[in-house]
């Protein structure tokens, strides 16, 4: 009975400290989904607005018979694929599931060349022998530095395949995050008349510099919608962690109790056990 006591108080308190890491670690990542939430607003915006342009742009360049391969392609074959996960786990399916649907594309699209940000993308396909151009770790808080490098490997990989394909989480909401596969190169503008735009010096230059400038800014939005909805994931795993953790601490401490009584009733029956003995002997 002693021994069932220990081996009870021993998970009790291996459970308490599980809990309590899970408790600080849902309060971390709740701070986070704010503070990236801020951020990927303003970047929203700013996608918005820059595809508004573009579509302006490139009617403008259909009526002056101008084609640019940011908009109709550069004709080579092949493609290329930026995988944005996490750096670390404790998050759910998160890391899975992006993982997964960039597996499901590779299948599709054999010799596809990839991009991989993020330690688990990194060590999931490290493993698989994917032809890797560049890798990106320790991206905690997306800022626009990382952003630029990662624009520079793109552009640089579409001078080598025809079409450039981004997977991520979207964040859509506390408790909803969706796992995308979207086109990035050649930039898809949807067919609608854009604004009307009063295009000058050089039509081919101004179309160069707002395309990067898009995808600058598309790929900065992208990391934090994945980094926003990896924070999201986490917070909803940790919750549910501290709500399992104590419904263990309650049926445990029950348990702990019952035997414990059980120890002190056998205890007190030993003892009235000899009182009553050693009555009878005198």
């Avoid at 459970?15 to 408790?23: E, G, L, N, S, T």
């Avoid at 997306?142 to 394909?165: C, D, F, K, S, W």
């Avoid at 990067?212 to 999201?232: C, D, F, N, P, Y």
Wanted: one cysteine or more; hydrophobic letters at 45%; charged letters at 25%.
């Amino acid at each position: 009975m002693a021994k069932k006591l220990r081996q009870l108080r021993r998970r009790i308190r291996n459970i308490q400290h599980i809990r309590q890491i899970a408790k600080a670690m849902y309060t971390i990542a709740s701070t986070q989904v704010i503070q990236r939430k801020k951020e990927l607003v303003s970047s929203r915006i700013f996608s918005s607005e820059a595809m508004e342009i573009l579509a302006g742009l490139k009617a403008w360049a259909r009526a002056n018979f101008f084609a640019h391969p940011l908009f109709e392609g550069n004709g080579l074959p092949g493609s290329g694929l930026v995988v944005v996960n996490a750096d670390r786990g404790l998050c759910g399916r998160y890391v899975q599931e992006v993982n997964h649907a960039a597996l499901r594309f590779l299948e599709a699209h054999p010799g596809t060349k990839l991009i991989l940000v993020g330690d688990k993308a990194v060590r999931f396909f490290a493993r698989e022998r994917w032809p890797v151009v560049a890798v990106h770790r320790r991206w905690e808080r997306p800022r626009l530095l990382q952003a630029r490098m990662l624009a520079q490997e793109v552009l640089t990989l579409y001078g080598e395949v025809g079409e450039i394909h981004v997977v991520y989480t979207e964040f859509r909401g506390e408790l909803i995050q969706r796992v995308k596969v979207e086109r990035l190169l050649p930039v898809p503008i949807p067919e609608k008349p854009g604004p009307q735009l009063l295009v000058e010096p050089d039509l081919a230059l101004l179309v160069e510099e707002v395309g990067k400038t898009w995808v600058l800014g598309r790929l900065h939005q992208i990391l934090l919608e994945a980094k926003t909805s990896e924070h999201a994931a986490r917070r909803q795993a940790m919750k549910t962690a501290t709500e399992n953790a104590d419904e263990m601490l309650e049926k445990l401490t029950i348990q702990y109790n019952k035997a414990r009584q059980q120890s002190i009733t056998r205890e007190l029956m030993d003892i009235m056990g000899g009182a009553e003995a050693i009555r009878e002997e005198v």
